[in-house]
Structure formats: C-alpha cells, structure tokens
T-cell receptor, first 111, second 115 residues
C-alpha cells in the first residue's frame, strides 16, 4: 500500500530558528513529490521535486529529494511567526496525477 | 484573477439530507479533484476527473457522487449514505498530461457539519 509519512507531527520553535521537516514515502511508480503550506484554509503550493539531489529554493525555504532513500526534507531558515502552519507533503505515482498525502507537520513559531 | 472557488464556506446538513458542494475554476485546467480532510489525518481523495464527462473514484468514494458536465465545474454531492460527513472538503485542479508533472492548486474549502 502506498504511503507518505511526515515527521515530526508537531514542532514549536522561536523566531530566528532553523527547522527541518521530513517526508518519507513508499509509492509505486513515483512521479513527483510536492510540499504545501496550509494555514487556515487552502493548501498553497511550495515546491515540486522530481529529481534527486537538486535543491529547490524560494526565499528562506528550500527542499531536496533523495529518490534512492525515498525521502525529502523541507528547510526553513530564520523562521518568522508567519511561517506557523501545517506543512503537507504529497507524492504522485502511477499513470494519473493522484496525490497521496502525509498527515502533515504542525509548525508553531513563537515570537 | 484566476483561481478555484468553492462554495459555500460553511454548510450544515440534517440527517438524511443530500448536500452539494460547488467547485469552479477559471484556470483552464483539465483535471479536478475532491479531497476530504479530517483532524490528524492527511487529505484523502474522494473523486477525480481528468476530462469532461469522465470521472474516477478515489480512495473514499462511498457516500459521495460527482459530475463533470463542464470543464470549469466539478460539484460534489454528499449523500445520506455517507455516515460521517463532518469534515473539511477541498477541491483542487491541475493541468493534465500523462507525460507532465503539474502541481495541484486548491480552493479555500468547505466545512461541512451535521446538525
């Protein structure tokens, strides 16, 4: 059975800290891994990763994929209170674009 | 602005009642999806559609129905057969192509509760 596992389940840090969120997967016919940020409502797209070892970067956020070890990490440097959210990892596999989601990591950044 | 619009934001259902959640997109995306989100669980796929007049069951389709008569619209009906409908429902869309990886983009969701 396909699955995506995120860790930790929740995390509390102080502003300015650096955090690393983890996502491991077992998905048949892997196509891509995606990271989303969810605050109150819609998950917003952060990154899509398809190739191993190539870092994607957007401001203070970065992510990398290891297709051999079947995991990805999302790094956030110099965290701010606005980074507080649930971070979702999802993997697409097979012939369709169906996404399999992890349960998410709840990040709380304290002032 | 292009985007995905879900309505209503909040919906209350009485026992034995069917309710329909609306999802409209003006992104010209081919594929549309419905997910359910429960506390402490990841998003779970209910139904998806890759082209007009065609749709497929996801992992938890029982008690739900959909239609795809127009490219822009993918309404979800929660039927009385769905015994635990209280959840946050998210609609998504994406460009579709088997040789292309394209991210799904989400609407703001509908929160459904039982009266």
């Amino acid at each position: 059975e396909d699955k995506v596992v995120q860790s930790p389940l929740s995390l509390v840090v102080h502003e300015g800290d650096t955090v690393t969120l983890n996502c491991s997967y077992e998905v048949t016919n892997f196509r891509s891994l995606l990271w989303y940020k969810q605050e109150k409502k819609a998950p917003t797209f952060l990154f899509m990763l398809t190739s191993s070892g190539i870092e994607k970067k957007s401001g203070r956020l970065s992510s990398i994929l290891d297709k051999k070890e079947l995991f990805s990490i999302l790094n956030i440097t110099a965290t701010q209170t606005g980074d507080s959210a649930v971070y979702l990892c999802a993997v697409s596999g097979g012939a369709t674009n169906k996404l399999i989601f992890g349960t998410g990591t709840l990040l709380a950044v304290q002032p | 602005d292009g985007g995905i619009t879900q309505s209503p934001k909040y919906l209350f259902r009485k026992e034995g009642q069917n309710v329909t959640l609306s999802c409209e997109q003006n992104l010209n995306h081919d594929a549309m999806y419905w997910y359910r989100q429960d506390p402490g669980q990841g998003l779970r796929l209910i139904y998806y559609s890759q082209i007009v007049n065609d749709f497929q069951k996801g992992d938890i389709a029982e008690g739900y129905s959909v239609s795809r008569e127009k490219k822009e619209s993918f309404p979800l009906t929660v039927t009385s057969a769905q015994k635990n409908p209280t959840a946050f429902y998210l609609c998504a869309s994406s460009i579709w192509g088997q040789s292309r990886n394209q991210p799904q983009h989400f609407g703001d969701g509908t929160r459904l509760s039982i009266l």
